[in-house]
């Protein structure tokens, strides 16, 4: 199936967040640690050790400096990734504060220059 164009640019990023699957009761039915492989205002690409399921709802908290959020999404697809890994796209829930949005700003512009920075070593 093909993917839909993005609203929102992507930007590689390489971070250790907590997440955790919740079923539509609201339980909780697992959790772990995955690395943020891209994020954009929109969603984020997760590399997880387990296969999370397309529908799933996944709790985020995402880190920055001494900045904690929370942020919640939905899977809208997955694949196996590199070595044994598997790969999730997530697409953000709408973010109900401003704190939220400065914080996921601040997260995305942190990797923006980190890119700027990773193309004029080269």
């Known amino acids: ?3 839909k164009e ?3 640019n992507r930007i590689e990023s390489f971070k250790l ?6 079923d539509e009761n609201n339980n909780v039915v697992s959790q772990g640690m995955g690395r ?3 994020v954009s205002e929109g969603g984020i690409l ?7 399921a397309v529908g799933t709802i996944v709790s ?3 880190g920055l400096e001494d900045d904690l959020v929370n942020l919640s999404g939905k899977v809208m697809h997955n694949k196996p990734g590199k070595k ?5 796209g997530i697409e953000f829930q709408p973010i109900p504060d401003q704190k939220t949005v400065r914080v996921l700003n601040k ?16």
């Not at 997760?46 to 999370?52: K, S, W």
């Not at 997260?107 to 080269?122: E, L």
Request: net charge negative; glycine share 4%.
């Open 84 to 88: 044994g890994m598997f790969e999730a």
């Open 107 to 122: 997260y995305i512009q942190a990797f923006k220059s980190q890119m700027k920075g990773d193309d004029s070593d080269q």
């Open 6 to 8: 993005r609203k929102h």
């Open 36 to 38: 943020t492989l891209n």
């Open 17 to 22: 967040i907590s997440y955790t699957c919740i």
């Open 1 to 3: 199936m093909p993917f």
């Open 60 to 62: 985020l908290a995402i």
């Open 46 to 52: 997760l590399e997880t050790h387990v296969l999370v």
